[in-house]
């Protein structure tokens, strides 16, 4: 994990010497977060193509008879597939995190634990090289069925608002 998080950082370090790319800071509602984040996104050049996208979100959902909640932390590259301002968007990354799973069966909650799901994006993005920014469209999310694995609906909704510099 360590490792992961090291190369992202260093990726962000190289992108941010690069000044004729388009950035941006959003809030998103579903998606990779599952109920709210905040998200960091930049191309690596200009306003189309290849980027990424790092975040922070709140996530709370529950499954049967459980009940999960905690902070994650979605790492994403994503691609950019048009040459005005609406974009097909393209994604794929892992949501990591601390989680806290809960059995509402015996109100019984586990310790908090490490946590992922994988994910992808699919949707419309409204993306000027500054101004408003708007994204809609699904997140396709996996796992791998370990026990860090966490169960998510197979598609789900996405949107979200925020400003590109």
Do not use: H
């Amino acid at each position: 994990m360590r490792k992961l998080l090291l190369a992202f950082v260093l990726l962000l370090s190289v992108g941010a010497y690069a000044q004729d790319k388009t950035r941006n800071i959003s809030l998103e509602l579903f998606g990779a977060q599952n109920t709210i984040g905040v998200n960091y996104d930049s191309r690596f050049k200009g306003n189309d193509g290849w980027g990424y996208r790092v975040g922070i979100g709140y996530n709370y959902g529950k499954r049967y008879f459980e009940e999960t909640k905690g902070v994650g932390c979605p790492l994403e590259i994503n691609y950019l597939l048009g040459k005005k301002k609406s974009k097909l968007e393209l994604g794929f990354g892992a949501s990591i995190g601390i989680y806290n799973v809960t059995d509402l069966i015996f109100n019984s909650p586990d310790d908090s634990k490490f946590g992922y799901l994988l994910f992808g994006d699919i949707g419309y993005r409204y993306q000027p090289t500054s101004g408003f920014v708007f994204r809609i469209g699904v997140s396709p999310s996996f796992n791998f069925g370990d026990e860090y694995g966490l169960e998510k609906s197979t598609f789900y909704p996405y949107i979200g608002f925020g400003w590109a510099f």
